[in-house]
């Protein structure tokens, strides 16, 4: 995160030296972060779950074997019972969302109530719960914005760049110096964007083993959760309606196994095989 924040601040810098606007635009671009991050924080959950294709909430009636999974593992890690959606969908995943456990909800999938034994199912919803309880929708929610805001800068650069800089081309009492820092500018607002994904994926990733960690101590058993995920692997299915923008939130990738190095380098999860040896060290 203190890496993030450093590339936010010199790609911002680096936008006003090149722009001769200052931080006038950095303080636009924060302000309209702000504005979409504030949206999201408070109507992402319903979006995401509108996304999916999520049906509910349920309540104990609709699938009383669902909901008291939940209920019992609410009330072992000490949360609010969340609201339960179920996803119409034969892949195994499920996902958490809201940003506190006042305000959470968890979606699984009818393929993961269909085709979990009971106890990989606790394990499932046990790491969905242990998101909500680590606060990681509020850190993601940061990432995102800082993302939003590097993309931002990024646009307008090249916009800059398409339509000629307003500042003097005959103006020489800059010196060596500010060529220096407007060279090194412009190569960051160009890798910024990717630089900025990558560290979003490699903070979700940590956060992944984080509630993996988490779920197994909620329910004293690391290998029902270990199970699960071998299952979801063996399977590779991938989610009707996966969408990129919020694949993170799932337990694994809604996209299937990943083969390709690039396609692992951009993956929203750590590979399942290190997820499950972690796991099976905790027994």
Request: charged residues 15%.
């Amino acid at each position: 995160m203190a890496i993030f924040f450093a590339v936010v601040l010199l790609a911002g810098f680096a936008f006003g030296e090149y722009s001769g606007s200052s931080f006038i635009g950095v303080g636009v671009a924060a302000i309209i972060s702000l504005v979409m991050a504030g949206t999201s924080y408070y109507h992402g959950d319903q979006i995401a779950l509108a996304t999916a294709g999520a049906k509910g909430p349920i309540n104990k009636t609709d699938n009383p074997y669902l909901y008291r999974i939940v209920e019992n593992l609410a009330i072992a890690s000490g949360l609010p019972m969340p609201k339960v959606y179920i996803i119409p969908d034969q892949a195994i995943n499920a996902f958490a969302t809201g940003r506190n456990p006042q305000h959470a909800s968890v979606a699984v999938t009818t393929g993961a109530i269909e085709k979990l034994e009971n106890e990989e199912l606790e394990g499932v919803m046990a790491h969905e719960l242990s998101h909500i309880k680590n606060y990681d929708i509020l850190l993601m929610t940061v990432v995102i914005v800082l993302v939003g805001l590097l993309a931002l800068l990024s646009d307008w650069f090249l916009r800059i760049q398409l339509f000629g800089s307003r500042r003097d081309s005959d103006n020489n009492h800059n010196g060596q110096l500010q060529i220096i820092l407007i060279v090194i500018g412009v190569v960051l607002l160009i890798i910024s964007p990717i630089l900025a994904k990558i560290i979003q994926l490699a903070i979700s990733r940590k956060r992944e083993f984080l509630a993996d960690a988490s779920g197994a101590l909620i329910t004293r058993y690391p290998e029902g959760l270990a199970k699960a995920l071998e299952k979801i692997d063996g399977e590779s299915m991938s989610i009707r309606r996966a969408n990129n923008a919020t694949a993170h939130l799932y337990i694994a990738s809604p996209f299937g196994r990943t083969k390709h190095m690039m396609s692992k380098l951009f993956a929203t999860h750590p590979p399942i095989e290190e997820r499950v040896t972690a796991l099976r060290k905790m027994i």
